[in-house]
C-alpha cells in the first residue's frame, strides 16, 4: 500500500471550539466538512486526546470557523500547537460568542458555522462530531486557507494528532 496516495486528499483548515463548565477550547482541524445540505448538517473530526474534544461533547455544540489566507504560523500554532488545558487560546485574536455558546476569534477567518452537536461516533484514535448548523455567517472576503497552501506557502507542518498524520 502506497500511504502517500491520502496526501492528495484535499483539505482546508479550520478552527473548531467549544465552552462547557467554564472551560473554553479549540484547535486547529483539517477534517471538517459539510455532510447533508437538508438539514445543513457537518462534521468534524477531533482526537480524543485534544481537549476540545472533551469540551465538544460535554457543550452539545460547536463551532467551527473557516481560516482564511491572512493566517500565519503564529496564528495557527496559536490554535494548533497548544493545549486548551493551560492555555488561553482566546486572548490573541479576539473572542466572540457564537449562536449556540461556543467561544471563537473573528481574526484571520472568513465564515462561522454554530453547531448544534446531533451525533457522534468513535472512529478510534478520533472521534467525529456531527452537528447542526443554527448559524452561519460569512466575516469576510478573504479566501480560504487550503491544507495544500498550508504546506507549500506557510511551510507548515502536521502535528501527530491531526486526523492525516503520518509518521
Ligand atoms: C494543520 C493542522 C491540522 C490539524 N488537524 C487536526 C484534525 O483534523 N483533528 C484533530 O483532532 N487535531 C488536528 N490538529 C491538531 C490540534 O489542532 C492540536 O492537537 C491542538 O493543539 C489541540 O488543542 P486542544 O488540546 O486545546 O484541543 C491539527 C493541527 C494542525 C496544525
Keep these: 500500500m502506497d500511504a502517500t496516495a491520502l496526501f492528495k486528499m484535499t483539505y482546508g483548515l479550520y478552527v473548531v471550539s467549544a465552552e462547557a463548565d467554564g472551560q473554553r477550547a479549540g484547535c486547529v482541524v483539517n477534517t471538517a466538512t459539510q455532510v447533508t445540505s437538508t438539514p445543513p448538517r457537518v462534521m468534524v473530526a477531533v482526537n480524543k486526546e485534544n481537549v ?9 455544540a460547536f463551532t467551527v470557523t473557516v481560516i482564511d489566507k491572512t493566517a500565519d504560523m503564529p496564528y495557527i500554532g496559536n490554535f494548533g500547537f497548544r493545549s486548551s488545558a493551560t492555555y488561553n487560546k482566546f486572548e490573541h485574536y479576539g473572542c466572540e460568542t457564537s449562536a449556540v455558546g461556543s467561544p ?34 460569512k466575516l469576510s472576503d478573504e479566501e480560504p486557507l487550503t491544507y495544500a497552501y498550508y504546506h507549500a506557502v506557510l511551510k507548515g507542518k502536521t502535528p501527530p494528532k491531526a486526523s492525516s498524520y503520518q509518521a
Excluded: M, N, R, W
Excluded at 476540545?52 to 452539545?60: Q, W
Excluded at 476569534?105 to 454554530?114: D, F, G, I, K
Excluded at 468513535?122 to 456531527?130: A, C
Design 52 to 60: 476540545t474534544a472533551g469540551v465538544i461533547a460535554a457543550a452539545k
Design 104 to 137: 471563537y476569534s473573528p481574526e484571520h477567518v472568513c465564515a462561522l458555522l454554530a453547531c448544534k452537536l446531533v451525533d457522534t461516533v468513535d472512529v478510534g484514535t478520533h472521534l467525529l462530531f456531527i452537528g447542526d448548523v443554527v448559524d452561519a455567517q
